[in-house]
């Protein structure tokens, strides 16, 4: 750290911050638009998302349809993925980050009018699906790559957490504004406030580049890495970074199984809401409430346990935390199907709380084209795969006749092999970083 920044007075937001988490002065800046970026990307997001499983509905309820949207989106991500890279090769970062939201702003209005003039047609409702669960897994890819392009690995156990709430706090604004307006504005006019709320990320992430170069000017950027570039190579670099290191497939390997254990709950709950909601409007307010409860939930987690949990236990047992809870929630269907809602609130709690950041940290040390080119084809293309295969597994599932205790067996199976993996790699990052002898020191001591 400089000694300019050390010598910065510690404000009235630093010191409450401070009594929250680990976090130290020359940080907060960071931290807080960090926060507010992600707040106002997922907050535009789940405006939609609800929307978005609805027309998923409106399409059609059954495994085969939901498998023809999932192939759809499988399809639009490797063809958007390699886009991506594209623009990373031609334009500086520092204009290529907004201008992601921008061209997503830009479609969103484009879909408002297209909703206006053509009204329950079922194509467009598949198209619309498709493209927002294509351009969700870039957005969040994108902000993921840059929060690791700014802080280290030793800051991201501390900061993650905090940061990570940001997007949960959006995760319970979208909803909660989708289940006020929907049905005063209508779905249609959703678009439009989701595409001002891309519009406000723009500044934000525009704010929070000025702080990277601040703090590399100062010398309290960890990463010092600069955005005044284009990345070098094609294209599909990306894919080529990723089969050449082995440390890359394992997180592949832990985003695919999760991905299948989150789909296989997908088709349980889209199979389930539309037999109990009759209308579009009435299965988005359903869809808006669940999002809420599990946004609500998350965030507390994130603040007050996600960085005490890793950085007293290590990575390890925060990637294992959703495997493992998901094996006895898997179990649990299969005794009592009942328990389908409550185990869903579970996953995506434990997904968002724990899981997620845990799993975002292990890109803090990798070099920067592997942050924004390998981890862009992690979290699209092995992504969606995931759901593609899982959604097609589903239906030959269905085919054969198993219902939810049969589907539910395969998927404790399945989650099994998801906390194998999550072993394996958390201690790959953990001795490549030096940390695992003091992650086993802390669960010593803690159990001492």
Not at 56 to 66: F, H, N, R
Not at 195 to 218: N, S
Not at 232 to 243: E, I, N, Q, Y
Request: with cysteine.
């Amino acid at each position: 750290m400089s000694d300019s920044s050390a010598s910065e007075p510690p404000g009235i937001l630093s010191r409450v911050l401070q009594k929250i988490a680990p976090i130290e002065a020359h940080e907060v800046r960071a931290v807080v638009l960090g926060f507010l970026y992600f707040f106002f990307l997922l907050g535009s997001y789940y405006i939609i998302r609800p929307v978005r499983d609805a027309m998923g509905t409106s399409y059609g309820p059954t495994p085969a349809d939901l498998s023809q949207l999932y192939t759809g989106t499988f399809i639009g991500t490797l063809i958007f993925a390699p886009l991506f890279a594209l623009a990373a090769n031609r334009i500086k970062l520092q204009l290529l980050l907004p201008w992601v939201y921008g061209f997503i702003a830009i479609t969103l209005v484009g879909f408002y009018l297209l909703f206006q003039t053509v009204t329950q047609d079922r194509w467009i409702a598949a198209g619309f699906y498709v493209w927002v669960s294509v351009f969700n897994m870039i957005i969040t890819s994108v902000f993921w790559s840059f929060m690791a392009d700014l802080f280290s690995r030793t800051q991201a156990k501390r900061l993650y957490g905090i940061v990570a709430a940001g997007g949960s706090a959006g995760a319970v604004a979208g909803p909660a504004i989708t289940g006020l307006l929907v049905k005063i504005v209508g779905t249609n006019t959703l678009l439009l406030i989701a595409a001002a709320g891309f519009t406000l990320t723009i500044g934000v992430v525009l704010l929070l580049i000025r702080e990277k170069e601040r703090l590399r000017l100062t010398g309290d950027d960890p990463q010092k890495t600069t955005l005044n570039h284009a990345l070098v190579g094609h294209p599909f670099k990306g894919f080529g970074l990723l089969a050449k290191s082995p440390y890359l497939l394992g997180i592949a390997a832990f985003v695919l199984l999760m991905t299948w254990v989150s789909t296989i709950l997908y088709f349980m709950q889209q199979d389930l809401v539309s037999k109990l909601f009759e209308t579009r409007e009435a299965r988005t307010q359903a869809f808006a409430m669940v999002e809420l409860v599990v946004s609500v939930l998350t965030i507390v987690i994130q603040i007050f346990g996600t960085g005490r949990l890793v950085a007293r236990f290590g990575v390890t047992t925060g990637l294992m935390l959703n495997p493992l809870l998901m094996v006895g929630g898997f179990v649990g269907v299969a005794v009592m199907p009942v328990l389908l809602l409550a185990v869903l609130v579970v996953r995506r709690v434990s997904e968002y709380g724990v899981a997620r950041p845990s799993r975002e940290m292990l890109f803090t040390v990798v070099d920067q084209e592997s942050k924004y080119k390998a981890k862009n084809v992690i979290d699209t293309v092995v992504y969606r795969g995931g759901d593609f295969t899982a959604a097609w597994m589903q239906t030959a599932l269905s085919f054969l006749g198993l219902r939810a205790a049969g589907v539910a067996i395969f998927g404790v199976a399945v989650c099994g092999l998801w906390a194998w993996i999550a072993l394996r790699l958390g201690r790959r990052y953990e001795n490549v970083t030096g940390d695992h002898r003091a992650a086993t020191l802390a669960r010593t001591a803690a159990a001492e």
